[in-house]
């Protein structure tokens, strides 16, 4: 039984109503003295609920920290609703998504807050992924909660003959509405149709600008891989699509500058090549038609005198002919050699000789 004052109240009543009066003469004092104004109570001081504008941690850094917090939520309400189809459609003509206004509003850094908060939470994951075993802490977290589940509705219906996590249990099971689950495939379908649409505007040169950095971000990225993981070169992909627009829309007037600059010497170079490849076509041109006309000029004549007589012209001089050059040599025979038979006198033939043989005259 509580203890109870004289006047029926019990003592931390009336332990409170003193400090309040207390507090009531001193800060009535106070207002007398210096001219402020009045307080009505001390409740008032001491509840920031009963007093908005009052906040429940005073001090310059607590209202900074509460400055920048409504900054922030500013700034995410306002890439919130910047969620809206562009206005300007595709070469096609199809309408765009609106992601694309999203993530325009979202690298551009006209919100810098929501902009940084964005890409601490990208590198921050892909960081979790490389160095935390998130998979294997789900499961020990899972089997974690349903042995404490688990051995609560047993221990209770044992001691207590009924179980704790019957207790616990909600009166209706959490349900996802089917707006939601719309609502989310519908945010997938145009997530999905945005990559697919950029894909084809860069294949396709729909900007030649884009394009040719998607081209140089390809084969950087070729090379990179064998030097730098996965993992790394996302940070990197990140940290460029991030960095790349707050560095111009710091330094635009300049680099549109040295863009110009760089713009109108190619411009000119390219007005230079023209009229050089025009000239050497215009030549090119000059010299076929003279060739194609003198052709055309030798197959008439050649038609012409196949149809009709050439007529007679001056007689042409016949052209000398060079004198056979002889042989140094005679020329070997190819045939073989023919035998000639001689003829024979009629008659008998003597077997002596007609003319008588002298004798020999032998020396002495």
Known sequence: MADTAPNGGSILETTTNSAAAAYDSVTNGEHLRTGRKKIPSACYL?????????????GPVAQNVKDQNAKTQAEFSNLAASRKTPTTPAATGQPLTHYHSLFSE??????????????????????????LDVIRWGLKLSFMALAITVAAEVTGKV??????????????YWTVSRATVDGMIGDVHELINFF?????????????????????????????????????????????????????????????????????AISAQTA????????????????????????????????RGRGAPAPSGPPKQ????????????????????????TAEPEGEVPEEPVIPETEPLVAS
Request: aromatic share 10%.
């Open 46 to 58: 001491m509840c920031p609920r009963a007093n908005p504008s009052v906040s429940p941690y005073p």
């Open 106 to 131: 979202l690298l551009s850094w006209k919100n810098p807050r929501a902009s940084a908060i964005a890409y601490a939470s990208i590198v921050s994951f892909i960081f979790a992924v490389r160095y």
């Open 159 to 172: 001691v207590l003959s009924h179980g704790l996590a019957t207790q616990m249990r909600p009166r209706h």
């Open 196 to 264: 697919v649409i950029e894909a084809q505007r860069i294949l396709f040169v729909e900007n030649v600008g884009a394009s040719a950095a998607a081209g140089i971000a390809a084969f950087i990225s070729y090379h990179l891989v064998k030097l730098v993981p996965y993992w790394g070169l996302a940070i990197i992909a990140a940290t460029v699509a991030f960095f790349v627009p707050l560095v111009y829309t710091s330094n635009q007037e300049l680099i549109d500058q040295h863009l110009k600059n760089a713009s109108d």
């Open 272 to 303: 230079q090549v023209r009229s050089v490849a025009q000239k050497q076509a215009d030549q090119l041109t000059t010299m076929g038609k003279q060739y194609a006309g003198d052709y055309t000029g030798k197959v008439q004549e050649m038609l």
């Open 318 to 341: 016949p052209t000398p002919v060079a004198p056979a050059k002889k042989d140094e040599f005679p020329t070997p025979p190819t045939e073989e050699p023919k035998s000639t038979k």
